[in-house]
């Protein structure tokens, strides 16, 4: 009896503990949400969706930059991250250690140091790429790094058995990259793709600093500019709760079209 | 059918030999055996032979067919992997189908190649399972379906039992050899394991420090090995070193002297008289005798009985004569009878003595 009773009380504070984590997670989000949509009237609190109309056309244009880029930005770092990957991994070559510390060393450099760095070398040393394909460019360059090192995990705990045993039934070196290979690193690269995609969906430092340069403005500086103008108001709250739902319905429509293999469990699967 | 030469294959990793001027031969619908410990070398033979890594001396023919320089999809070989290595992302059927896809067979003829290989292997009804559904016997059989369906001109086999328990890994080893037979395949099989190498072979190649160290049926190599390491690695030997001494009393008959016995050999071969040799003796080829038995061995000495040990099948018997100890194994019914004679002062005797190369 007495041994049920703690075992309760024991899975009672694991739970207690999940729930407070959670909480702290979700708290700012929920926040947001509040002040969006609760309005109150002589001490009394209703829910009205008032300030999302308040949201301007110029915002929900940006919305759509944002997307283009953020998706944009993901196909390009993978094509060119895979690869990459596999050949550090499978092959030896001089230099090979050399550039895997910098790899990791750039995760150090201070996302503003970085970003400068990026304009610096796309705008004002090579003078191109200019406009919306500069922004993409500085983008895919940035977050590179997060598919890159993400495949390389995912390419170094793969067993090379599986693609000795593809090339032994036939299979030429594409065929069993594509059909054996790539499939079986999915869950590394899908962490990867997640990261850049929400976080280039969110970015801000380097966007405000490519912002000259490429005259693009994407949503996340709208919102930075309505809170210098109006104040953390209603209608700033709701474009921030647009963001976070952007951002949600593009990792879930990710998962739903190339996740569900590898991340089955998840609530969203 | 096809067979496999390998001609003076050497490859190198960094600084270490690991494949030394391996010369070997399977002829057609042949099945040989790689033997040998641990870091020997065969498993990177068998890679060489595969194409999985390129020699750095040496060439590897196919029927004739010079194929060093081809990748291993242009070579035709199933290998079969240490490690279980069916796609964890595939079906079972899937996981077959990629291979006859792979070699270019009509769509229309999978489904009963598929059916095929699973009888084969006595896999059937598991087309729809995923590899992680299986148990490790099973998923050596698939695998080994998989390997069958493009129907290769070669098999070859990479340690497939080692990470099997010893129930299933005894059956499955006769299963291997019954798919050769009724296949008739060229079969070239690497293994640490003797018995397993007994079991299954036609010919089997000893393989230590990246060399072949000899070649022979398994009757062969068991009794006569021709170097130290063969008969230390194939069963138990007891060695003995000294000088041959060509006694001229009869022919054919010599004494190899240690210091510490005299032990009569027939057949040394084109050995000197005086050349410093040595030799083995088979545990299980000396037996304990009674003081009548005495003349119908060549050898008999006296010695005692250090201790008797219980081993299973036999009773292992360690003799002390004049401080070498010679191991002898009992398997007769009445080897139980020697499990009490520690201490003892008793008579063994033995023919057969092995001169070994040096």
């Not at chain 2, 086999?157 to 050769?180: C, G, H, M, V």
Request: aromatic fraction near 10%; glycine fraction near 8%.
């Amino acid at each position: 009896m007495k041994h049920k009773s703690r075992a309760r009380l024991s899975n009672g504070l694991h739970y207690f503990y999940l729930i407070a984590v959670c909480s702290l997670i979700l708290l700012p989000l929920a926040i947001t949400l509040y002040r969006a949509i609760v309005v109150e009237d002589q001490g009394r609190l209703s829910i009205s969706f008032d300030a999302y109309k308040m949201i301007s056309e110029a915002f929900w244009d940006k919305v759509g930059v944002s997307l283009s880029i953020s998706v944009l930005t993901v196909v390009i770092d993978v094509l060119v991250s895979i690869p990459a990957a596999y050949a550090i991994v499978k092959y030896n070559f001089p230099g090979k250690r050399i550039i895997l510390t910098y790899l990791n060393g750039v995760w150090y450099v201070p996302g503003i140091s970085y970003g400068l760095s990026l304009v610096l070398a796309y705008f004002f040393v090579f003078k191109f790429l200019l406009g919306f394909w500069g922004f993409v460019a500085a983008y895919s360059t940035g977050f590179m790094l997060l598919t890159l090192m993400t495949s390389i995990v995912a390419f170094r705990g793969l067993d090379p058995v599986y693609e000795e045993a593809a090339r032994c039934m036939g299979a030429g070196r594409l065929t069993a990259f594509a059909r054996v290979i790539l499939p079986l690193v999915g869950p590394g690269v899908t962490a990867g793709v997640l990261l850049v995609l929400v976080l280039s969906l969110n970015e801000f430092i380097t966007a405000l600093l490519l912002t000259g340069p490429t005259r693009i403005s994407t949503a996340p500086l709208h919102v930075f500019a309505d809170i210098r103008h109006a104040g953390i108001r209603p209608f700033v709250a709701a474009e921030a709760t647009v963001l976070q739902l952007v951002s949600l319905t593009a990792v879930v429509a990710y998962l739903k079209l190339f996740g569900s293999r590898y991340l089955r469990g998840t609530i969203l699967i | 059918m096809t067979s496999v030469e390998t001609v003076h294959l050497v490859k190198w990793y960094e600084s270490t030999k690991a494949v030394d001027g391996v010369d070997l031969t399977a002829r057609d619908g042949e099945f040989i055996t790689i033997l040998g410990p641990s870091g020997c070398g065969k498993s990177t033979t068998l890679r060489l032979i595969a194409g999985l890594i390129t020699p750095d001396e040496g060439e590897v023919f196919f029927d004739g067919r010079n194929v060093t320089d081809l990748p291993p999809n242009k070579r035709n070989v199933g290998f079969v992997f240490q490690r279980v290595a069916l796609f964890p992302h595939m079906s079972v059927a899937k996981n077959i189908a990629f291979g006859l896809r792979a070699r270019g067979v009509p769509k229309s003829e999978h489904r009963r190649r598929i059916k095929e290989v699973l009888q084969l292997v006595h896999m059937e009804g598991f087309e729809d399972r995923m590899p992680s559904q299986l148990s490790g016997g099973q998923a050596q059989r698939v695998e080994i379906a998989r390997v069958l369906a493009p129907e290769p001109d070669i098999l070859l086999f990479d340690e497939p039992l080692s990470n099997i328990d010893a129930k299933l890994r005894d059956e499955l080893k006769y299963e291997i050899r019954r798919i050769q037979k009724e296949t008739g395949k060229t079969m070239i099989y690497v293994t640490h394991d003797q018995t397993e190498a007994f079991t299954i072979s036609d010919r089997i190649y000893v393989m230590n420090n990246g060399r072949i160290e000899q070649v022979g049926t398994p009757l062969d190599l068991y009794t006569n090995p021709s170097t130290p390491f063969v008969a230390s690695f194939i069963g138990t030997s007891n060695f003995i070193r000294g000088k041959l001494r060509i006694t001229g009393h009869e022919k054919g008959l010599a004494v190899i002297e240690t210091g510490v016995a005299e032990f009569k050999i027939k057949d040394y071969g084109a050995i000197n008289d005086g050349a410093e040799v040595v030799a083995s003796i088979r545990p299980e080829d000396i037996k304990i005798i009674r003081p009548a038995e005495e003349t119908q061995y060549l050898n008999v000495l006296t010695g005692t009985v250090e201790d008797a040990i219980f081993i299973g099948n036999a009773v292992r018997i360690n003799v002390n004569i004049n401080g070498m100890i010679v191991k002898i194994d009992a398997y007769g019914d009445d080897r139980f009878s020697f499990l009490g004679l520690k201490g003892s002062e008793v008579k063994i005797g033995f023919d057969r003595v092995t001169i070994l190369n040096l």
